[in-house]
DNA sequence: TTACCTGCAAACTGTTTGCCGCTGT
DNA sequence: ACAGCGGCAAACAGTTTGCAGGTAA
């Protein structure tokens, strides 16, 4: 467990939702300039073998990092104004076992990002 | 509606799954090669604009593209072997009414993707 | 020593942009 | 002649890779 790798589970820590690879470096960058992005992605796959943070694909481009160890929950993704919301799992359930009896498929609920418009931006 | 728009459409409609703005332009351009991928992302924008395709994002980094005019659905992916399956709505409905009236949340299920493990990749 | 970091620079993928000339109305 | 579109080349964001030199067990 190096400085660096300390750092990125730190800025994880920090970060109330998910952050991106590139914030993450940001944060880091600001006080410790001379560590590089690339050590930031490198130690977030290293971090993701060994079970420490988790990633998901949200409803744009760019990668979501996160801890292992905090509440799993789902996610609710604004199309409008990109808000991210956060939903217990109980919420998800009873689609993850319809999906398991119906499809076989065992889905990863706390991976899954449902897109939509969120309560502020609707009509 | 230029030849280029129309050979955008036309590969999307061979398409049986979601693709890539890149595959499309590598199909258009095995025939067309001075059609540029420029121009295919573009219309793929323009077209968007005017309703006749949509997108995605599955769970990569890779914005998906289908024909507007398809029987809606959902979205399985597959963690494992990267396999896209295709669900009724009906089976996301009861979660779409759920979110709804719990968080005021409306959900756009037919552009949502549930990652997990298909049954073929299950142990 | 050995394995595993790291920083740095360069490559790479998917996508967007600026420019300018062509085309259809 | 005007608007819009297309081709080309260059820029871009996010990410990955190769290399050479540390650092720690």
């Known amino acids: 467990m190096t400085v660096q790798r300390r750092l990125v589970l730190d800025a994880l820590q920090r970060a109330r939702h998910h952050t991106t690879a590139e914030e993450i470096a940001r944060q880091i960058r600001a006080r410790h300039p001379q560590i590089d992005p690339s050590t930031v992605y490198r130690n977030l796959e290293a971090l993701e073998e060994l079970g420490y943070v988790t990633h998901t694909h949200l409803d744009d481009r760019v990668t979501r990092w996160h801890r292992a160890d905090v509440e799993r929950h789902g996610h609710l993704v604004c199309r409008r104004c990109g808000s991210e919301q956060e939903i217990p799992l109980r919420t998800l359930e009873p689609l993850g076992r319809r999906l398991r009896s119906e499809q ?20």
């Open 104 to 123: 076989g498929f065992r889905a990863d609920l706390a991976h899954s990002a449902i897109v939509g418009i969120c309560r502020e931006c609707a009509p």
